[in-house]
């Protein structure tokens, strides 16, 4: 067993855990943060994607022994409240989700983007998403969503 | 995945220490490659040694005509940083076509190249840069370093710490990727120095290697053309659901051609 201690959505986390044990699986089954979701368990689909320390990662591919001492957000940690976050809010504004499964990742990329370029380009977008797939909805309204959440953001400050 | 020991060691000294000890240690840098090994039980080590809080792994510098890359620097780094840019420009432009960005940001050089994945980037722009790998114990020439498939010339405990790559006069990566893993089907990375001209190949092969007959014909012409009538042969290529031998050939060709225009029209940086 080995024992972590990682700071998810600000609150610290202390927990004895087998080390084979993954960050997506610490944080599903031991926190029970089911919001980060395991689709390809491969490295592909990007619907595991939490921030660490402000960087984008897909969970499945990292031991929580990995992120010991690291900050960890997942999208349990942005609505204020019942408060979406902007960029949640522009996903549902804009349509840019119908089952919804790999929205988590596709907002945790997309704030990681923003962060590293307020005003992102099409370009951007689409070139910061790379690690996400969507078998719904065709990726048009998800760039539209990340655009507008964006200048949500940029609004808000 | 099977259970297995975790060590955080704090020195180079203290993590082949405890890998020697090991009944069968296995180093991990970001893990991006080496995890999807342990899922698949490819790799079932005894002991897992996380290289993550050894300080001076990670970081880049320019050392006179050198650009020194830390072993545990992040692929987003050589992506991103202007030091990079600035001194091998498609050094970071291969980086930041590698894999996508979530992986980028853990996947670590060290670990990619030792690794070594025949389909993998980084190899050919070390073999044709002609960079050298530094370990904890020794210098090792990207040409000895790079052995076969998923195999290298690194010795039972030997820990990657740095890469050093000469800064070219010019260079360029063109890769024919897999649209779905990104990975080159056929990459060919041109570098030339001091009149020395280098073209390494990933993907076509089971390991990366050099194309010394192109690179005899650019050094007498630096130009697309001069190596328009050069074909490799197709014997011992690859052959996989993404391309036949003769396929790859071809690729080799076109893609060489393209990576002498795009050098030949991007001197060094000032």
Redesign the interface.
């Known amino acids: 067993m ?1 024992r972590v201690s990682i700071k998810v959505n600000g609150k610290d986390e202390a927990c004895e855990i ?3 044990t ?1 960050l997506v699986e610490f944080l599903r089954d031991h926190l029970g943060l089911t919001g980060t979701h395991v689709g390809c ?4 689909c ?1 619907c595991c ?1 939490v921030l ?1 320390d402000g ?4 969970s499945c ?3 929580a ?2 992120a ?1 001492g690291a900050d960890v957000t997942t999208i349990e940690g942005l609505a204020d409240g019942g408060k979406l976050h902007p960029m949640q809010a522009a996903f549902r504004e804009h349509h840019a989700l119908q089952c919804g499964f790999c929205t988590p990742g596709f907002i945790m ?1 997309a704030l ?2 923003v962060a590293k370029k307020k005003n992102p380009t099409e370009a951007d977008i689409r ?2 998403l ?3 797939m969507c078998r719904c909805t065709g990726y048009e309204n998800i760039i539209k969503a990340v655009k507008a959440g964006a200048e949500a953001m940029a609004r808000v400050g | 995945m099977d259970d297995f020991n975790y060590h955080e060691p704090r020195t180079l000294a203290e993590a082949a220490v405890v890998l020697h000890a090991a009944r069968n240690g296995v180093y991990i840098a970001g893990g991006m490659s080496l995890i999807p090994a342990l899922k698949h039980r490819r790799v079932r080590p005894s002991d897992l040694i996380d290289l993550r809080l050894i300080d001076g792994l990670a970081g880049i510098r320019r050392e006179a005509d050198t650009l020194v890359i830390g072993a545990m620097t992040k692929h987003a780094d050589v992506a991103g940083l202007d030091i990079v840019r600035n001194s091998i420009p498609d050094l970071a432009r291969l980086v930041g076509e590698m894999a996508d960005p979530s992986v980028r940001n853990r996947a670590t050089l060290g670990g990619s190249i030792a690794h070594a994945d025949p389909a993998s980037d980084y190899p050919p722009a070390l073999l044709a840069l002609e960079a050298i790998i530094v370990t904890d114990t020794r210098r090792i020439a990207a040409a000895e370093f790079f052995t076969g498939p998923f195999t290298t010339g690194l010795r039972k405990g030997e820990i990657i710490t740095a890469v050093n790559f000469p800064i070219p006069d010019n260079a360029a990566y063109v890769k024919f990727a897999n649209v779905a893993s990104r990975y080159a089907i056929v990459g060919v990375f041109v570098a030339r120095r001091a009149g020395k001209v280098c073209v390494a190949v990933t993907g076509a092969k089971p390991c990366v290697f050099r194309f010394g007959e192109m690179e005899r014909a650019l050094e007498n012409s630096f130009t697309p053309d001069a190596i328009k009538a050069i074909v490799m042969s197709a014997q011992g290529l690859t052959a996989d659901i993404h391309g036949t031998p003769e396929y790859r050939a071809h690729l080799i060709g076109v893609m060489a051609q393209r990576a002498v225009a795009s050098a030949a029209a991007k001197p060094r940086p000032a």
């Open positions: 080995a087998k080390p084979r993954l368990d491969t490295t592909q990007g994607i660490i960087k984008a990662v897909n591919t990292m031991l022994v990995q010991n990329s990681e983007l070139y910061g790379l690690g996400n």
